[in-house]
């Protein structure tokens, strides 16, 4: 006889429990997943070089540019179309009804143009012209690289004179009248020293002059879709390709090239463009200083709870306080931050150390140095939690036979304790780590822009400013998805910049995750691995 099924049975042996949370734990793995895969094909197909379209439409109007997706909409479905060329038709993309569309092309002769300025150009280019002089062109988008690469190379000696030798003489102009007016200057040294100074800052400025006028000495007509030839300058050409024409080795080539500058330059045009350098080394230098600053404090807030402190109501407070930390909202840390990093020892240090430079702050303003002491504060009680629990799990033989053995408790502590618990405190710096890196909200009021053009890391002394503020990827991600005046473009490199932020967040988390690896292995043999 079939034995009768019964639900309240089934509860009572646990076996659907173990079912329930199979099918949770595999919902999570799979939106995960989708999620990572999301952000990866969207991010990084943002640097291949897709096809041109020309699309003509049944009222005989053509339309140039890239496919970016398509929608539905009540009346059927529409196509999203990149047609670049922001400073002609004032958007850079367009949606086209499909049932509108007559006939698609995919013309060999169409390029794009990579500009500084305005954002890409779509077209065709029909001559070169040099010293108002027209040139013959072929069609080859070859014929272009010379000018484009010499357009460039005065480009970089500009930025190199205005940011290296301009500045610097600038430098030495200010110092040399600081001298003159502390000491008065009686011999006139400093003064004629600064009058000199001002003579060779004036040749370059001339010598600046004279590359920017060759820079726009060349240029292409281009003619757009829709009618109407535009002049580019060579000047405001990054690059041009023709990709219709091109193969698959050179659309790899092109991919790895736009990958590279997009990783090893900064941003332009509301950061819409160009690359997202500042905020990588932002991120990156902010979560070394975050890490500098939270291990030393969870790790002796740890042994403290742990090895030294008797059992009582003191101790009893301070866990529950350490628990409550851990979700206090980060926007409050923001605020703490302000108040007493920012306002408190800024403004301290400013009137002590930096006198002369009020009522400008050098501290007493948002720095990457206080974003970081900030995030170390909201990581600390994960830092302390996994560090107790790493202490937790040292034996306790190991730590009577060293005192058996006639050490101090400091010194078991030192020498058997602490490097027994280090694969805990490196789980703590993990958590801590890929929690920090992601924070934006505290960042906002600590130090964190939209674009910062003074350099963390330079060649001037001490070399690393962690007063000046900073840009950071997260921040990025929000400006440039919430704040850009040009949404439609924002969307592929909020995807690419995501893409890049998770990346920076694993390399950290698999570099301290191998490092805790070689300690366990170490410690404890390759079994514990």
């Not at 291949?48 to 009222?59: G, H, N, Q």
């Not at 011999?187 to 010598?207: I, M």
Request: net charge neutral; charged share 20%.
């Amino acid at each position: 006889m079939m034995k009768k099924f019964s639900f309240r049975e089934v509860l009572g042996s646990g076996e659907a429990y173990s079912w329930m949370s199979a099918a949770a734990l595999a919902a999570a793995i799979l939106m995960i997943a989708g999620l990572l895969f999301l952000i990866t094909a969207k991010g990084l197909g943002f640097f291949y070089p897709s096809s041109l379209a020309r699309i003509t439409l049944e009222d005989g109007e053509v339309v140039l540019g890239h496919f970016a997706g398509s929608e539905k909409t009540d009346t059927g479905t529409q196509t999203r179309l990149k047609v670049g060329n922001r400073d002609v038709y004032g958007l850079a993309f367009r949606r086209i009804d499909d049932a509108a569309v007559r006939s698609v092309e995919y013309p060999r002769d169409a390029v794009v143009i990579n500009r500084w300025e305005w954002g890409d150009m779509i077209g065709v280019v029909k001559e070169i012209r040099s010293g108002g002089e027209a040139l013959a062109y072929g069609g080859d988008t070859a014929e272009l690289a010379p000018f484009v690469k010499k357009a460039r190379e005065l480009r970089e000696r500009a930025g190199r004179i205005a940011t290296k030798e301009v500045e610097g003489i600038d430098r030495r102009i200010r110092k040399a009248l600081e001298r003159a007016e502390k000491t008065g200057d009686p011999d006139g040294r400093f003064a004629a020293r600064a009058e000199e100074l001002e003579n060779l800052y004036a040749e370059k400025e001339a010598e600046l002059e004279e590359i920017y006028s060759r820079i726009d000495e060349d240029s292409i007509v281009v003619a757009v879709a829709g009618g109407g030839e535009r002049e580019v300058s060579f000047g405001n050409i990054e690059r041009v390709f023709a990709p219709n024409a091109m193969g698959a080795l050179s659309r790899a080539a092109l991919y790895l090239e736009r990958f590279r500058v997009f990783v090893s330059t900064g941003p332009r045009e509301a950061n819409t463009e160009g690359g997202i350098l500042p905020a990588i080394l932002g991120t990156v230098i902010m979560v070394i200083i975050m890490s500098v600053m939270v291990m030393p404090l969870g790790v002796l807030a740890a042994l403290y709870l742990s090895e030294y402190s008797k059992k009582g109501a003191f101790v009893r407070i301070v866990r529950i306080c350490v628990n409550n930390l851990a979700g206090v909202p980060s926007i409050v840390f923001g605020v703490f931050g302000l108040g007493f990093f920012i306002y408190g020892i800024g403004g301290l240090i400013d009137s002590v150390f930096f006198a002369e430079a009020l009522p400008a702050p050098t501290f007493g303003t948002g720095g990457v140095l206080w974003a970081s002491l900030t995030l170390a504060l909201l990581t600390v009680p994960v830092v302390i939690v996994s560090t107790e629990e790493g202490l937790s799990q040292v034996p306790r033989n190991m730590r009577e036979g060293s005192l058996a053995l006639g050490a101090t408790k400091f010194e078991t502590i030192w020498k058997v304790v602490l490097p027994g618990a280090l694969p805990g405190i490196m789980t703590g710096l993990i958590l801590a780590v890929a929690r920090a890196a992601g924070e934006v909200a505290p960042l906002m009021l600590t130090g964190v822009v939209k674009l910062a053009p003074d350099a963390l890391v330079d060649g001037n002394f001490p070399f690393i400013h962690a007063e000046r503020k900073f840009m950071h990827l997260g921040f990025h991600i929000y400006d440039v998805g919430f704040q850009s005046p040009n949404v439609e473009a924002a969307k592929d490199i909020v995807y690419a910049t995501a893409f890049l932020l998770i990346a920076i967040v694993a390399a950290l988390n698999l570099a301290a995750i191998f490092i805790r690896s070689r300690i366990r292995e170490k410690k404890f043999g390759s079994a514990a691995v």
